[in-house]
C-alpha cells in the first residue's frame, strides 16, 4: 500500500488546512499511471464502498460481499487493493480477472482489473473471506481491523478491498454475525454504528475517510 513515489502524499494532505476532500483532490495526489498489458494501469478515485460481513458462528467463517463505484480519469486497467483472495469479481456486470501486480518502483503490491475500461463511473463487485485476527471464542466472535504502517499493505486492505492512501470516499458495513442467538455482540468503530438488531449492525464512515482511518472491533457483550 505504501508506495515509494507517493511519499510525498502525506505531506501534501497534513499541510492542507483545512483539507476539503473531493475527486479531483484526490487524483491530484495519486500516483502516476504506469504501463501494463496493451495500456496502462490506472489509479481511480472511489466514490462509494458497501460492505456486508458475515460471521458465522456455526461454521467459523468470515465472509464479506463487496460493492465499489469508482471513477476512472482515463481509459486504462483500475488498481485497487485487497491481500485476501478475492472471489467473484464482476466489473459493471461482467466477470473479470484480478492480477497482483508490483509499482514501477517494487516498493509495493496491490491489484488489478483485467478489463480495460473508459474513462467515467464503473462498479466493482467481488467476494473474499477474512481470516486475520478473528477468533471464534465459546461466548462470540472477535474480530479486529488492526493496521500499522510498519510494514508493507497493513491498512484497511487487509481485510476490505479499498483504494490506495491518496483517496478518500465513503464507506459502510453491514456486519451480521449468524447462528450465535442468545450470544451478543457490541460493535465499537470510529463510523456511526446502528444496531438493528441483535447482532446485526450497521456502520457508516464519513467521506473524508481513507484505507487508514478505520477503527472496527467486534465482540462478545460484556468481554471488554
Partial sequence: MRLAFAILIGFAVSASAPFVPSASADLDQSPPDFPFRDGEAVFVDFTRAS????????????????????????PGYPIFDLVPEPRDVRLDDREVEVSEIADPDDASRFRVLGSKVSAGEHRLTLSHSIDSNVVFGENGVSSAFWTTDLTDRRYLEQYLPTNLLFDQYPMSIRVEVRGAEGKPHELRANGRVTE?????????FPDFYGAESVFFHLSPSGSL
Avoid: L, W
Wanted: no cysteine; hydrophobic share 35%; proline share 3%.
Fill in 196 to 204: 438493528t438488531a441483535e447482532n446485526d449492525f450497521t456502520v457508516e
Fill in 51 to 74: 460492505y456486508h460481513v458475515v460471521y458465522d458462528f456455526a461454521a467459523k467463517t468470515a465472509k464479506v460481499e463487496s460493492e465499489i463505484d469508482f471513477d476512472s480519469p482515463r
